[in-house]
């Protein structure tokens, strides 16, 4: 009787709980792994890591996840892990034109024949304005939205505590010349809206000619905004460098202290 109460109070051994949560560390690590899957810039497929297919292309890594609701297929050759895209997701941005389901490689490639046609109607900073679309959006997207551009940022104009930073003004100039009240185009890329609930976009002139997301970096005004990805990431980044070289706005000389 004494023996048996010993045994039922008796803990587990410790090297039971280390096996344990081993086991589960290297099941979520494997798990984890798993999510991974490659796009690249012109496919419309989503791969494994060494996919044969993708060994002489630029490949960006994602999760499943994103790959599903971006609109990505598993590849037929390397068979990738498959998951499920909730509709009601793929249809957040219903009708519009996004750079990375088309595969777009280059800001200068998107057509804007494609795209939503608004009116921009109010102008905030460098790199936020407010559009009209001219046809009624479906999904998430309301007929009148504020749109963060993609990929870009502008010093800031009215931030409440670091109040005026050097070049915010010129930025937010730039904008409001090149933009209030003009016809513009927009595309969407990977992500929707921010967690402001500003709309994600490219915007492009009317000529078709201009990408202003572009311009803005390309003309000193903005900093390549890398944290988040997007499908023109790299070309941003150079455009950026190129400005930088050339002492372009914010890089010139009065302007050093960033
Ligand atoms: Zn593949």
């Not at 081993?22 to 690249?40: H, I, P, R």
């Not at 994602?62 to 892990?81: D, S």
């Not at 936020?128 to 990929?151: D, L």
Request: hydrophobic share 35%; with cysteine; net charge positive.
């Amino acid at each position: 009787m004494g023996d048996k109460t010993k045994t039922r109070k008796k803990k587990p051994p410790r090297v039971l709980f280390v096996i344990f949560f081993g086991a589960l560390f290297l099941a979520s690590a494997v798990f984890g792994a798993a999510q991974e899957v490659y796009t690249t810039p012109y496919g419309g497929s989503y791969h494994r890591e060494n996919c044969s297919t993708t060994s002489s292309s630029v490949t960006r890594k994602i999760t499943v996840q994103e790959a599903a609701l971006a609109g990505y297929k598993p590849c037929r050759v390397c068979k990738p892990l498959v998951v499920d895209a909730p509709a009601e997701k793929n249809a957040e941005a219903a009708g519009f034109y996004r750079v990375n389901i088309e595969g777009i490689s280059s800001y200068k490639a998107a057509e804007i024949s494609k795209m939503q046609k608004a009116v921009v109607t109010r102008h905030v900073d460098g790199d936020t304005v407010e559009v009209r679309f001219i046809s009624k959006p479906a999904g998430i997207i309301n007929q009148t939205e504020k749109i963060r551009m993609i990929g870009v940022d502008t010093p800031e104009t009215v931030h409440p505590k670091k109040g005026v930073e050097a070049f915010g003004k010129e930025a937010s100039e730039y904008t409001k010349r090149a933009l209030l009240n003009k016809n513009v185009y927009i595309a969407l890329d990977w992500d929707i809206k921010d967690k402001y609930g500003r709309l994600l976009a490219y915007i492009y002139t009317e000529d078709g000619k201009v990408c202003h997301n572009a311009k803005l970096i390309q003309e000193g005004y903005a900093h390549a905004y890398t944290i988040f990805p997007f499908q023109f990431l790299e070309e941003f980044k150079a455009l950026e460098k190129e400005a930088r070289s050339r002492k372009r706005g914010l890089w010139g000389d009065l302007h050093d202290n960033r």
